[in-house]
């Protein structure tokens, strides 16, 4: 793997990772559970949880979806 690679591979991490853990702190902060805020969006309280833990990422439709609701 090449030191370009492998940066942005490391950015992609900090970028998920930051994502995650707003996501989750705009969440609490309205007071939504998990399930409440999928309700919002339009998909599983799995998947939300699975955005906060940045396991993945939500798709471009989705993250404007988030924005507007925030």
């Given at each position: 793997?090449?030191?370009?690679?492998?940066?942005?591979s490391?950015e992609?991490?900090?970028?998920k990772?930051?994502?995650?853990?707003?996501?989750?702190?705009?969440?609490?902060?309205c007071?939504?559970?998990?399930?409440?805020?999928?309700?919002?969006?339009?998909?599983?309280?799995?998947?939300?949880?699975?955005?906060?833990k940045a396991?993945?990422?939500?798709?471009?439709?989705?993250?404007?979806e988030?924005?507007?609701?925030?």
């Open positions: 793997m090449s030191e370009s690679t492998e940066q942005t490391l992609d991490d900090q970028t990772t930051l994502f995650s853990t707003r996501l989750k702190q705009l969440r609490s902060d007071g939504l559970s998990l399930r409440g805020l999928a309700k919002e969006v339009g998909v599983t309280a799995d998947a939300v949880l699975r955005w906060e396991e993945v990422t939500p798709t471009r439709g989705k993250m404007i988030l924005a507007r609701f925030f």
